[in-house]
């Protein structure tokens, strides 16, 4: 089950049934299943305050994503800090609704076993975005 969920923000303008669609569509192309997915969607000062609390990291950023998968049915916790994605439409003059979206399957592509830090990690993440955002047609 995908829920979308707020913490100091209010909820962003997406389609939630056709986005959950995308969702598991993307995650059926890695042969995975949905298992419980939660987008939480936060402020800046939140999202600050889960990299602080949880990963030691003292800085902001769009995605922190938490795993619980187990085999091949996918499971986390995803906070998105719309106030960095849209910083990041600006700084990357993308459309707010394709950055988000991007930063939505960002998450669940790393649930599906997919990294970004390693060398030669990020093109092969970006191009898994790419593709995935193609499928939300």
């Avoid at 059926?28 to 939480?40: F, M």
């Avoid at 609704?97 to 649930?111: A, C, D, F, M, Y």
Wanted: charged share 30%; aromatic share 10%; glycine share 6%.
């Amino acid at each position: 089950m995908i829920t979308y969920q707020t913490v100091d923000a209010k909820m962003p303008a997406i389609k939630k049934k056709e986005t959950t669609e995308w969702i598991k569509k993307v995650a059926l192309s890695y042969n995975k299943r949905i298992g419980d997915i939660n987008y939480i969607f936060c402020n800046d000062e939140k999202i600050l305050e889960v990299n602080k609390q949880f990963l030691q990291h003292d800085y902001y950023t769009d995605i922190i994503t938490f795993d619980y998968t187990v085999k091949d049915r996918i499971s986390g916790d995803l906070f998105i800090s719309l106030d960095t994605v849209k910083s990041n439409t600006e700084l990357f003059k993308q459309d707010y609704e394709q950055e988000l979206h991007r930063v939505i399957i960002h998450g669940i592509l790393h649930l599906c076993g997919i990294n970004d830090k390693g060398e030669g990690e990020r093109e092969i993440m970006e191009e898994a975005e790419n593709k995935a955002l193609a499928l939300r047609g």
